[in-house]
Structure formats: structure tokens, C-alpha cells
């Protein structure tokens, strides 16, 4: 049974900075390419980064530069640093296993002053 749990979120100010984690278990970690997604308050969900097998990394460009994504295959872990936080990134965030289709519960970053 595939899982993801994420971890991390909170209240932050403008500027600040947060850690995301993803604990994934119930598939091949190191094999499958993972994702962070994001839906703010009234909003679509929305593409922010993915890691994949391989090693490389995509960016939303609205995050590109301010975020990093990477992952730990012996944790089976996924990551997500995120710097020079805006107000807009105020979201859930979502872990997502691309080749299963399968989101986590989210978890609620908010930036506020």
C-alpha cells in the first residue's frame, strides 16, 4: 500500500524559510519519480517541483531560484527547501508519486507578516 505523509509546514513571515519532508513507503523510492504540488484557498492544485529517479530536477518557474527539491533513497524521503518566501506561497502542499498517481494529505505552509 502506497504512503506519503508530509511534515513541516507552518506559519512563516515574508522572506522566511521552511523544510518540507515527504515520508514515502509501500513502493521502490529510488526508482520512482516524485513530485510537489500546491492548491492555495479557492485555486487549482499546481505543479511547484519533481525529482526524478534519475536525479534531475524540474522547477514551476514561479519557484524557481527560491525552492529546492531533493530526495534521500535510504530515508526514502522527500524533500522540499523553500527561501525568500512570498505571501503567494501561502498553500497545502502535496507530495505526489508520479508512476502511481497517489497524493499525500498535504500539509499547510502560510506566509504572513
Known amino acids: 500500500q502506497v504512503q506519503l505523509v508530509e511534515s513541516g509546514g507552518g506559519l512563516v513571515q515574508p522572506g522566511g524559510s521552511l523544510r518540507l519532508s515527504c515520508a514515502a513507503s509501500?513502493?521502490?523510492?529510488?526508482?520512482?519519480?516524485m513530485s510537489w504540488y500546491r492548491q492555495a484557498p479557492g485555486k487549482e492544485r499546481e505543479f511547484v517541483a519533481t525529482?526524478?529517479?534519475?536525479?534531475?530536477?524540474l522547477y514551476a518557474d514561479s519557484v524557481k531560484g527560491r525552492f529546492i527539491i531533493s530526495r534521500d533513497n535510504d530515508k526514502r524521503t522527500l524533500y522540499l527547501d523553500m527561501n525568500s518566501l512570498k505571501p503567494e506561497d501561502t498553500a497545502v502542499y502535496y507530495c505526489?508519486?508520479?508512476?502511481?498517481?497517489?497524493w499525500g494529505q498535504g500539509t499547510q505552509v502560510t506566509v504572513s507578516s
Open positions: 525529482s526524478r529517479a534519475s536525479g534531475s530536477t
Open positions: 505526489y508519486v508520479i508512476s502511481r498517481a497517489t
Open positions: 509501500g513502493f521502490t523510492f529510488s526508482a520512482n519519480g
